[in-house]
Every structure is written in C-alpha cells, then in structure tokens.
DNA sequence: CCTACCGATCGGTAGG
DNA sequence: CCTACCGATCGGTAGG
C-alpha cells in the first residue's frame, strides 16, 4: 500500500467515526504518527482525500450495475445480484460507504457533479430493472418508487449494520437479505 | 414561534442542507438577517441548538412507540403502526430528522448518552415485537435482526424520499409503504 | 518528513 | 440586537 493509500484508508476510517468536516489533517497526521505538513508530498489537499474516497467506490457500484443490466435474466434475479453487489462492496469498503453517503455533499463542484450523475444513472438503472419485473408479472405492481426507495435505502445504509454486527456471517447476511428484501415484492 | 424556536428551525434548515458541522453561527445569523452575536441572547450555544433539535424528536419517537407496545393488537398491526409513526414525524419534522441520523455523534456526553439510551430502547421494543409477531406465526421466521434493520432503515430514511418526492400524497406513501414493508415478511 | 508560519474562520464574550 | 474583539483552530505553504 502506497502512502497515499495509507493515508486515504486512515482519513477514510476518520471521517466514519467523525465525519468529514469534523476531522482535521492534523488528525489525519496524528493517526499515522506525521506532521499534517507532511500529508502534502502526497495528496494535495482534504478535498483530493474525500473525492478518491467517494468517487473509487462510486466506480464500482457504477461497473457492477452495468455487468447486471448486461445479464440474459429475469428482472428478480437481477435485483438478487444488485443485493449481492450491495453487500459485497459493504464487506470490503465500509468505510467508503460512510463518506459516500454522509459526505458527498462535500465534494467540490466537478467531483460533485460527476458523483450525482453517478447516482443517478445507477437509480434510474435500479428503476428500469423493477419496472421490466412488474410488466413481466415477476414483481408485485405497487408504486416503482416506493419498492425502489424501501430496497435501496436498506441496501444504502448496510454499512452501519455490517459495522455493528459483523460478526454475523456475509452468507446468512446474503441469504436473509435477499429474502426479506425480495419476498416481499414477488 | 419565539426567537429561540425561529433559531432552532432555521439551524435545522440549515444542517439539513450542509451537516451540523459546516454551518457557523454566522451562518445561521445571517439566514435570520442579524448578528451572530445576537444568538447567544436566545441560546447558550451551538450544541444547545443542536441537541434540542435532536432531542426533541427522539422523544417523540419514544411516546409513540411506547404508545404502541400499549396497544392490544396483533405484532402485525403494531408494525403498522410504527411505520404510520415514522411517515407522520417524517412529514413534520423532516430536517430535524436529518440531524438526528447524520449529527447524533456531535451531541455532547450528556445528550449524547441520552439519544443513544433513547434509540436503544426504541429498537429493542421494535425487536420485541417482531419476535412476538414470530412466535405468534404472523410474521416469517427469518433472523429478527434482518427484518428489522430491513424495515427501520427504510423508515430511518424516509426524510429524504419525502424531501426529494414530497408531492407524493403521504396517504399514497403510508399504504404503499405499509405493503412493500409488510407483505415481504408476512 | 520536519519546523515555522500564514490568513481565514470558528464559537463565543464584553459591554452597551 | 449591535460593534468590537478574543483565543483556538483550520487548511495550506515556504523552505529545508
């Protein structure tokens, strides 16, 4: 891990606990035993730190959207494998996920800008799949923005469950997700 | 509304908008079109207005739940009931509820304790009554802690549906919500 | 990676 | 409710 690395994943876990404006470069610094000074030489400023946070995972959730709208399946098998997505990059990047939820509002106007489109294209992609699902009767007809809502505001705010209760594991996490968040629409 | 409550309802506009943190009591004077001086004539200080914001809320979420565990009906019509209870603080008291979800942590010890004593209870009465639900047959057998992280994070972030589509009919919101939640776990 | 430092802004107070 | 002000802290830079 480069030190620009380390100090991304050290802000990251920072800005969880505080939030982004909260958390000072001297905390940075003092959490990798530096001075803020020497953060510097390798980012160029709070602002660089927030975008490699939010924008890297917002990638992510960007490609594995596409890689399910490009499946040959039903549209409840897609949303399986949004759930699956979901849960996947919560295990690995919770921490990112605090910052893209809390603090995107932060970013600075062409990193904004570039995150909401993000967003929206995922949502409107998320949307499309659950309407297919109601014309083709694998979905219960109740209104598209209320099951998309119900879904992803789960799926958004897994990062806080997996924080507290880690311990339970991904797969029963992925089994009991799925059905509690599936069976109730089908 | 007294000075001090315009205070507290603007602040609230305003954290909603940009995170307790981000806003300065400048900044909040001037949305009032004074000093920011002239605050600490109504209020002893930032955190005071925060934590009346937050504090507030939570109270009422604590006597409506109370007063649905008094109830005596099914865990299913409790459950109902606690969504109905959301959706009607939801419309209320939308940008207080953005402080208690993404400002809590910047209370002070004492409020602090208090809020997070308050939630805990609140969670554990709405985990008590989805293990009823289960045991009395009503509600599926699956891990009580995914139904109810499910549901309450949907109802956790009903302010910011509500605040984005709040033109939906909030009748409209109550019965398709109350199904998409309900008929999953039923 | 450090010491030394800068201008801006913060929450808050004194005194009227 | 205001003017005037304070000490603390902020993000960031110069120069080594």
Known sequence: MSRKEEIITTAA????????????????????????????????????????IILKVAEEFTKGMTNVVAENSS???KVEKVIELH???????????????????????????????????????????????IEAGEIKPYHPEVILFSILSTLRTLYLWYQKRGKLDVNILKKDMVSVLIKGIV
Not at 103 to 125: G, I, P
């Open 87 to 133: 849960i996947d990059i919560t295990v690995n990047h919770s921490d990112a996920l605090a910052a893209l939820n809390n603090d995107w509002m932060h970013l600075e106007e062409t990193d904004l800008k570039a995150f909401v489109k993000m967003r929206e294209d995922y949502e409107e992609n998320f949307r499309r799949i659950i309407k297919q699902g």
């Open 13 to 52: 876990r920072l800005f969880n606990e505080k939030g982004y404006k909260a958390v000072s470069m001297r905390d940075i610094a003092t959490a990798m035993d530096i001075k803020a000074a020497s953060l510097y030489n390798h980012i160029n400023g709070k602002q660089e730190i927030l975008s490699e």
């Open 75 to 77: 549209a409840i098998k």
